[in-house]
């Protein structure tokens, strides 16, 4: 157990809908990554956040936004969703416990369906 | 552009013998480097790392090893054991704030009983 929980599980939505993924990080982390994982692109960054502040972008789509809370924890909403966002989606934190700020550690994910 | 590219897709090794997983990167930017381990359905487990100041760091059956001249990383598993079938990825981050992590493919270990 990582420590970093990721709610819901499973979502199965139609097109054109709109969800909200939530990510909680490890006790004490203050930055939060998201990424995705689909069948033909691998693990893809997404956004991180630090301490509320986003930190950098990477190819994430105008659809999606994401936002980091006072309590540290996270939301991935997706919006106008299309078939092709169907995909495995991972949060990570990363902090400073055990004086390692670097090494990031994975939610047990959330599988997006769109039909 | 692939910048951090795992070129075999799969390894059978027997039970006992050593693993050796190899990754490859071209940004000369990255200064840290995981490992993880990932079972379907599951996140990614971190495994171990090193930093781009060290050429080699051991962590009970685990080693990495990092040529920086070569762009080159690998994990050695001694000994490998069932239990460590898995899918694992090799990932990079670069110096700086921004921390994000550019993972390679991935590489599917099968241990042999």
């Known amino acids: 157990d990582s420590g970093v929980t990721q709610t819901p599980k499973h979502l199965i939505t139609a097109t054109g809908q709109r969800v909200t993924l939530r990510c909680s990080p490890r006790?004490?982390?203050?930055?939060v990554y998201w990424y995705q994982q689909s069948l033909d692109q691998g693990l893809q960054f997404l956004i991180q956040?630090?301490?509320?502040?986003?930190?950098a972008k990477g190819n994430i789509l105008e659809r999606f936004s994401a936002q980091q809370f006072p309590d540290l924890h996270s939301e991935l909403n997706l919006s106008s969703l299309e078939l092709g966002d169907s995909a495995l989606y991972f949060c990570?934190?990363?902090?400073?416990?055990?004086?390692?700020?670097?090494?990031?550690?994975f939610g047990p994910g959330t599988r997006l369906t769109v039909l | 552009d692939q910048q951090v590219k795992q070129n075999s897709p799969s390894l059978s090794v027997q039970e006992g013998r050593i693993s050796i997983l190899n990754c490859d990167y071209t940004n000369s930017m990255f200064d840290y480097f995981l490992w993880y381990k990932k079972y379907p359905a599951e996140g990614p487990t971190f495994l171990i790392s090193i930093s781009s100041i060290k050429d080699k760091n051991e962590d009970g059956r685990f080693t990495v090893f990092l040529n920086k001249s070569a762009k080159h990383l690998s994990l050695h598993i001694v000994p490998s054991q069932p239990g460590d079938s898995a899918v694992y990825f090799c990932?990079?981050?670069?110096?700086?704030?921004?921390?994000?992590?550019?993972f390679g493919s991935g590489t599917q270990l099968t241990v042999l009983p």
């Open positions: 956040y630090y301490n509320g502040e986003e930190r």
């Open positions: 006790s004490g982390d203050l930055s």
């Open positions: 990932a990079a981050t670069p110096s700086g704030s921004a921390r994000q992590l550019t």
């Open positions: 990570a934190s990363s902090g400073i416990i055990a004086g390692n700020t670097d090494t990031q550690y």
